[in-house]
């Protein structure tokens, strides 16, 4: 769990080229509780976020992914992250590593694992928990090796680029 004190704490969560396109979420004020993590889908459809902290830190990452590879007629995959299966539901999610590349995943186009996972664990009667640490520990394996995040634990926390 961790908090996000303002909208601008949220909007420093991403990687600096991604901050000047932000749609905020609705509905969310602030100081806001993440409890396992924050995603919402853009009005337009053509993007959605991700705001997540790796497990042992309260230092929020964010992710902004496109969707334009969404629509049509799509093949049924499976999301790497939650392992749902579908043709309606997963889809090509594509992200920056950097100005010069793009990389694609395939994960729910909704980022609503945390949901379908613990729909997953009422129906085998079990507890949540372990999945969505399983969850966030994927989520927190692709910033760091695809994207080159640094995830930092919260006792190394160091706000670059916070300067006012
Ligand atoms: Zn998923």
Same mark, same amino acid.
């Given at each position: 769990?961790?908090? /996000?004190?303002?909208?601008?704490?949220?909007?420093?969560?991403?990687?600096?080229?991604?901050?000047?396109?932000?749609?905020?979420?609705?509905?969310?004020?602030?100081?806001?509780?993440?409890?396992?993590? &924050?995603?919402?889908?853009?009005?337009? %459809?053509?993007?959605?976020? &991700?705001?997540?902290?790796?497990?042992? =830190?309260?230092?929020?990452?964010?992710?902004?992914?496109?969707?334009?590879? @969404? %629509?049509? !007629?799509?093949?049924?995959?499976?999301?790497?992250?939650?392992?749902?299966?579908?043709?309606?539901?997963?889809?090509? /999610?594509?992200?920056? +590593?950097? $100005?010069?590349?793009?990389?694609?995943?395939? &994960?729910?186009?909704? @980022?609503?694992?945390?949901?379908?996972?613990?729909?997953?664990?009422?129906?085998?009667?079990?507890?949540?928990?372990?999945? @969505?640490?399983?969850?966030?520990?994927?989520?927190?394996?692709?910033?760091? !090796?695809? /994207?080159?995040?640094? +995830?930092? =634990?919260? =006792? $190394?926390?160091? &706000?670059?680029?916070?300067?006012?």
């Amino acid at each position: 769990m961790f908090r /996000l004190e303002t909208d601008r704490a949220l909007i420093q969560a991403f990687r600096p080229r991604d901050r000047r396109v932000i749609e905020m979420p609705k509905g969310v004020s602030f100081p806001y509780f993440v409890r396992d993590y &924050l995603a919402w889908t853009e009005t337009s %459809g053509a993007r959605v976020y &991700l705001v997540f902290a790796a497990s042992g =830190s309260v230092r929020p990452i964010g992710i902004i992914f496109r969707r334009d590879s @969404l %629509g049509g !007629e799509r093949m049924a995959s499976m999301c790497e992250w939650c392992h749902t299966y579908g043709a309606s539901e997963v889809g090509l /999610l594509t992200t920056d +590593v950097n $100005s010069k590349r793009r990389v694609g995943v395939s &994960l729910c186009a909704d @980022l609503r694992c945390k949901d379908r996972l613990e729909d997953a664990a009422d129906r085998a009667g079990r507890h949540p928990g372990e999945m @969505l640490a399983e969850l966030r520990a994927r989520m927190s394996r692709f910033a760091q !090796e695809v /994207l080159g995040i640094k +995830v930092e =634990s919260s =006792s $190394s926390v160091e &706000l670059s680029g916070d300067r006012n």
